[in-house]
């Protein structure tokens, strides 16, 4: 992308639709700006619910996601392989999210 789409990207990223990253497990993402949610539902198929992501890019079986808040200088991106035990949810940012 170079640095021209970095700083585009950066700009964008708030009005990115949100991911909504769910998981068969706790994937412990210490990302500032994620929230780790535990679904109430003990039989659920995703127990965990993670807010605050906006989606990057999709490419072959992984998601390059980056926090809402994220800051070149300090901010962490997240990668995530693409698989059953994993779903993403998409939505306009600032809407909010049902209970899991």
Do not use: K
Request: proline content about 9%; overall charge negative; hydrophobic content about 40%.
């Amino acid at each position: 992308m170079g640095w021209g789409g970095a700083v585009t990207l950066h700009r964008a990223l708030p009005a990115q639709p949100e991911a909504v990253l769910y998981s068969a497990e706790s994937l412990s993402l210490a990302v500032d700006g994620v929230t780790e949610v535990r679904c109430a539902d003990p039989d659920a198929a995703y127990r965990f619910r993670y807010d605050g992501l906006r989606l990057v890019r999709q490419a072959g079986n992984q998601y390059l996601l980056l926090p809402a808040t994220w800051d070149r200088a300090d901010g962490t991106a997240v990668l995530i392989p693409r698989s059953t035990t994993v779903r993403l949810e998409f939505g306009p940012p600032g809407e909010p999210r049902p209970a899991c």
